[in-house]
Every structure is written in structure tokens, then in C-alpha cells.
């Protein structure tokens, strides 16, 4: 369980492992509020390989894609919960506004999005069919969205307040 610092340092992790013939697994999202529904997601992407990465979108991109209230937790601290997981190697981060840049150097054998992402609409799906890898949809859990999540906090009474 390792947060990777740059693309280089895990370039030189994706090389040693896949020269060990591990099956190396990619996948990537805000994470911006653990639940459920990402830890399932995350287990289901495990299973198809030995060696899952996560990459999580940086605090500006997160920002620039959700608003200016996200993320609600920054980068470090996504990157240090996703890490703990026993389902994820590695974590990294990008700050690009898609992580195609970080698919197309690392070249994972299989590319992992949630169903709510159409076929085509999959980031890195050509770099990866291309290289022989094979791109996977895994069925979102119904009842969880960190954007739910967000709007119940913000809508709940709070003491003191009508």
C-alpha cells in the first residue's frame, strides 16, 4: 500500500511489476468522500488483476469539474484513505483534467470505470484495447453518491438553527 509521488515512481512500480507477470489494474475517480459503494467498486476492480492503481483527481481538478465546494477532503487525505484499503496497491495522484496522459504511459492490462461511464465515454479505452489490455464497466451501487452524501449533510437541521 503505497501513495506514489509522481508518474516516473510509478512507471518504475507498473515496469516491475509487470515484468514479475502481475496483472496490473487501473482505475480513477474523485474518492472525494469514501463509502460503500467506492469500496465495493474498488474490491471488484482488485479481483481483476494483482495489482490495482488508483488515481485520484488533484484538489483543481477536483474543483474545476464538481465546483468550488469540492473536494471536500483534500488530495493527501483521499489519497492516504484510498491507500490504507486492502484491496489498493498504489494510489497516485494527477492533476490533469482526464487521467489519458497516465493510462498511455503506464499501459495497464485491464482499465476499470463504473457503469454510470458509457463505452465510449471511457477515458483511456483506445491506449489500452490498443496495447492488448481489455477495459471493464463495473455496475455502480445503487444508494450511494458522495454527491448525495454532501446534500444530506448540507440540508440536515442543525441544532439551534430553524
Known sequence: MAVVNSIEELEKLVCGWKSAGRRVVFTNGCFDLLHPGHIRSLDEARALGDVLIVA????ASVRE?????????????RAETLA???AVDCVVVFDQPTPRELIAKILPDVLVKGGDWGPQEIVGREEVEAAGGR????PLE???STTEIIRRIRE???PGRS
Open 65 to 77: 469539474m464538481k465546483g468550488s465546494g469540492r473536494p471536500i477532503l483534500p488530495e493527501h487525505e
Open 156 to 158: 440536515a437541521p442543525r
Open 135 to 138: 477495459v471493464v464497466s463495473v
Open 56 to 59: 485520484i483527481n488533484s484538489d
Open 84 to 86: 490504507a484499503l486492502a
Open 142 to 144: 445503487a444508494g450511494y
